[in-house]
């Protein structure tokens, strides 16, 4: 595609709830990272993924995250048992290799009541 | 831990010069970047520098790089009311490390 697309552009769920956020990378990019960003903060990474692999996770902050990438191209980042702590900006960006130029998207807005 | 580090505020006249600074603590940072972010809206991508070079130009844009003080800034030429906004600064060596970010506000 043109951009790097997320959905779904805003999620409001319950404390405890299950969520699901997609990030759709730029056509042909190998590397995939995600990203959170609370208010007033700048993004604060979690995993990078090269191809299907995870090849640093070292920032996903509990076991309750969870990020997926099955065929080298889509990604999902799983937050289990929901906290109000976990409401932030989830950004996802994707580049041509590892330690290239990383492209963002529009980011996905969580709010946790 | 890697570090980036902004000022948080920096106001401006349309038509002066901005200049917003970073410093950073990873020395085996590959390429430094500047990143704008416009309200309620995801990043842009302004323009990066080699950590092997020292300066950039790329139109109204100028991106000074003193890698022994580990200081990047990035001069912003004749600042329109457009160019309000938070710009980021980011130091790779793989992951990105953010800086908490630079608001700038361009008063006509």
């Known amino acids: 595609g043109a951009g790097v697309s997320q959905t779904p552009s805003n999620k409001v769920t319950e404390k405890g709830k299950y969520v699901e956020l997609r990030c759709d990378p730029i056509s042909g990019h190998t590397a995939l990272y995600w990203y959170r960003q609370s208010l007033g903060q700048g993004p604060e990474f979690l995993i990078y993924?090269?191809?299907?692999?995870?090849?640093?996770d070292s920032g996903l902050p509990n076991d309750r995250f969870f990020a997926v990438r099955p065929e080298g191209s889509v990604s999902t980042l799983k937050i289990q048992r929901t906290e109000r702590g976990d409401s932030a900006v989830y950004l996802c960006?994707?580049?041509?290799?590892?330690?290239?130029?990383?492209?963002f998207g529009p980011g996905t807005r969580l709010l946790v009541l | 831990g890697e570090d980036v580090e902004q000022s948080l505020f920096l106001s401006v006249r349309e038509g002066d010069s901005s200049v917003i600074n970073c410093t950073y603590t990873d020395s085996s940072s590959t390429y430094l970047y500047w990143y704008k972010q416009e309200p309620g809206a995801g990043l842009q991508l302004l323009t990066y520098?080699?950590?092997?070079?020292d300066m950039k130009q790329d139109q109204r844009l100028t991106v000074l790089l003193n890698k022994k003080d580990k200081h990047l800034s990035l001069r912003i030429a004749d600042t329109q009311t457009g160019d309000s906004a938070i710009y980021f600064c980011a130091a790779q060596g793989g992951k990105l490390i953010f800086g908490q970010g630079t608001e700038l506000s361009v008063k006509p």
């Open positions: 993924f090269q191809g299907t692999g995870a090849a640093d």
């Open positions: 960006a994707s580049s041509n290799q590892g330690r290239e130029t990383q492209y």
């Open positions: 520098i080699f950590s092997n070079m």
